[in-house]
């Protein structure tokens, strides 16, 4: 309980920081960033790009034990990837709304 409540308040400053030096679209900014982040992490090597010619012949074949070795052991990485681009998308929503109010 103890790390949750230092992660929270490591996140409030690094917030209120930037909202401070930075104002509302760069608190949009900084979220934006953290969900991109969050989720090129979580894609990883995994993640559907161009072809590379004799990339196939090149990869082993897995079998289903271990594609589901390796699913287990990623599955608390990703957890963790998905609360990042949550905050990530909260922080660039709030930013967003908060520098249009207060352009009108």
């Given at each position: 309980m103890?790390?949750?409540a230092?992660?929270?308040?490591?996140?409030?400053?690094?917030?209120?920081?930037?909202?401070?030096?930075?104002?509302?679209?760069?608190?949009?900014?900084?979220?934006?960033?953290?969900?991109?982040?969050?989720t090129?992490?979580?894609?990883?090597?995994?993640?559907?790009?161009?072809?590379?010619?004799?990339?196939?012949?090149?990869?082993?074949?897995?079998?289903?034990?271990?594609?589901?070795?390796?699913h287990?052991?990623?599955?608390?990485?990703?957890?963790?990837?998905?609360?990042?681009?949550?905050?990530?998308?909260?922080?660039?929503?709030?930013?967003?709304?908060?520098?249009?109010?207060h352009?009108?």
């Amino acid at each position: 309980m103890a790390a949750a409540a230092f992660g929270w308040a490591v996140l409030a400053t690094v917030a209120w920081l930037t909202l401070r030096y930075l104002g509302w679209l760069g608190l949009a900014a900084i979220g934006v960033i953290i969900a991109l982040i969050a989720t090129r992490a979580e894609l990883g090597e995994d993640a559907p790009g161009l072809p590379i010619p004799g990339a196939a012949d090149r990869s082993p074949r897995m079998t289903p034990e271990d594609r589901l070795t390796r699913h287990a052991g990623r599955s608390d990485f990703e957890r963790w990837c998905a609360a990042a681009r949550a905050v990530g998308i909260a922080l660039a929503v709030t930013g967003a709304v908060m520098f249009v109010r207060h352009q009108l």
